[in-house]
């Protein structure tokens, strides 16, 4: 299955959830090109430069390394893929990788968007994801770790990141037509994962 979203709709809190649940591996391209940056590889040196500015890294690069993911093992049974496709190249590539047996639209209103990002703070040990509004110190509440703030969520950079969704990632609703399934994802999220589920339940 994909989750299609805007930055900050909850895609990487339902995905957790979701393959928690269904016992398949949350494939998240935001976090391949992190772990890459903190390895400091040649992707990651390369994909910094992309995600630092707000942009997509390119599509040639992004796809080879999701086509290299899915021929892995674990993804025999099914896979969730996190933010990927974002472009119509990018969804052009994964219909000759594979079929899908769901698209999952997470939708949320604009204004909502730029406080949860920029409100969002993360533990660099157990990677738990947080907001602000809902925390009563800077420590992770699962393993006390410090938590930090992504390079990326800074108000600017999610501006664009928010234009690039809307010019790049948001015709993909219509690319996918009838099979898109949408839920509202402006409540809380574990009302948001109930959603999820009555739709999964359905397929
Ligand atoms: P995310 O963690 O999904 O918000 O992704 C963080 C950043 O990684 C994005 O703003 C992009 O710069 C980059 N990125 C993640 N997924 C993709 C993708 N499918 N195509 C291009 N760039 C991506």
Redo the contacts with the bound molecule.
Sequence with gaps: MILLGA?GAG??TQAAQICKKYGIPHI????M??ENMGNNTELGKL?KT??DA????P?EV?LAMVKDRLERDDCKNGFLL??????IA?ADGLKALTSLDCVLNIDVNTDLLLNRITGRRICPKCAGTYHISTLTSDLCPACNEKLVQRA?DNEATVKS?ID?YNAQTKPLIEYYGKSVKSVDGNQPADKVFESIVKVLEAI
Excluded at 28 to 31: I, R
Excluded at 54 to 57: D, F, I, P
């Design positions: 930055p895609k990487g998240s391209t935001g976090d090109f992190r994909a992309y995600i707000g942009k997509l890294v599509d992004t996190d933010g990927f496709p974002r472009t990018q990326d990141r690039v």
